[in-house]
């Protein structure tokens, strides 16, 4: 049976709009921005960017033919901002998210998630889950626009399929862990997870990282080393899991993050719904 989606067509801003898939034509060009994301610009910062070490002022030649694909691309509902300005003949995904929920009909075995990071609580928790994850926009886009229309997509996409708890992997780039041990430190004091749904880094992944005392803590120093959507996260009442893992593939340091859809703040639930999605919401 054909999954029927929210009705996502009044949710656009000037030339951009938002569109749920699984074409493979339209997921293969977010597949395209996610590499030139995840890799290029890590590759032209930094050297080789796929998971070997950088070589000093080496450049690495790519044909914009490059895709970051996985298995789980297959099972996912794939969200996308389309930009077609007046005389294109066909639009560009220039932002995207990627979503797996457990009440899906297609079938699959475990969530990404679950190959950092250890995620029984939230399963054992029950209800209607949704993972997020492989969200990017492309650099020339990051002006507020767009990640404004992909979270009123997610917000319309929780009341739609009804989910409970949200969760993913969210990241620092850089490798090093103390790198980032303000950012983490805050977290961990002001942003743990409840023990009841509190994820844990997979044992062969754990990384070594000493939590600060809050005293110790330079609030300032700490909200600086936060990346801007693991701060958007906090905003809507997110939590994290407790550790992190070094992804030496991707060059990051990543912390599990968890959202529960009835702690998410009215102020955000009047900013992201429209009212019909908000009664349902609170229903």
């Known amino acids: 049976m054909a999954v029927i989606f929210p009705d996502l067509s009044a949710l656009t801003a000037d030339t951009l709009s938002l569109k749920l898939t699984r074409d493979p034509a339209l997921v293969k060009q977010a597949q395209k921005l996610r590499h030139r994301v995840f890799f290029q610009e890590e590759a032209a910062q930094h050297g080789s960017g796929e998971g070997s070490k950088p070589i000093p002022g080496e450049k690495v030649a790519f044909t914009g033919e490059e895709v970051d694909e996985d298995k789980f691309d297959k099972v996912c509902d794939h969200l996308l901002v389309l930009d077609q300005p007046e005389g294109a003949a066909q639009p560009k995904v220039v932002g995207t998210y990627r979503l797996l929920r457990s009440n899906t009909e297609l079938p699959f075995d475990h969530f990404y998630t679950e190959t950092e990071f250890d995620i029984s609580p939230i399963l054992a928790a029950g209800g209607n889950l949704l993972e997020l994850g492989r969200s990017c926009i492309a650099p020339e886009y990051r002006n507020g626009a767009v990640i404004q229309l992909l979270w009123r997509a997610i917000g319309a996409y929780i009341v739609h399929f009804k989910i409970d708890y949200m969760f993913g992997c969210a990241s620092f780039h850089g490798t090093d862990p ?70 030496n593939f991707c060059h990051t340091v990543d912390v599990c993050i968890v959202l529960d859809s009835k702690n998410i703040p009215t102020r955000y639930t009047e900013h992201f719904l429209d009212d019909a999605q908000r009664k349902e919401f609170l229903e």
């Open 178 to 247: 103390m790198e980032f041990q303000q950012g983490i430190s805050y977290l961990h004091h002001h942003h743990l997870a409840p023990e009841h749904i509190r994820p844990h880094p997979q044992p062969a992944w754990r990384a070594t990282l000493p939590i600060l005392p809050e005293s110790e803590i330079r609030r300032r120093d700490a909200l600086r080393q936060l990346p801007p959507l693991m701060k958007g996260y906090m905003r809507l009442g997110g939590y994290i899991g407790e550790g992190v893992i070094v992804d």
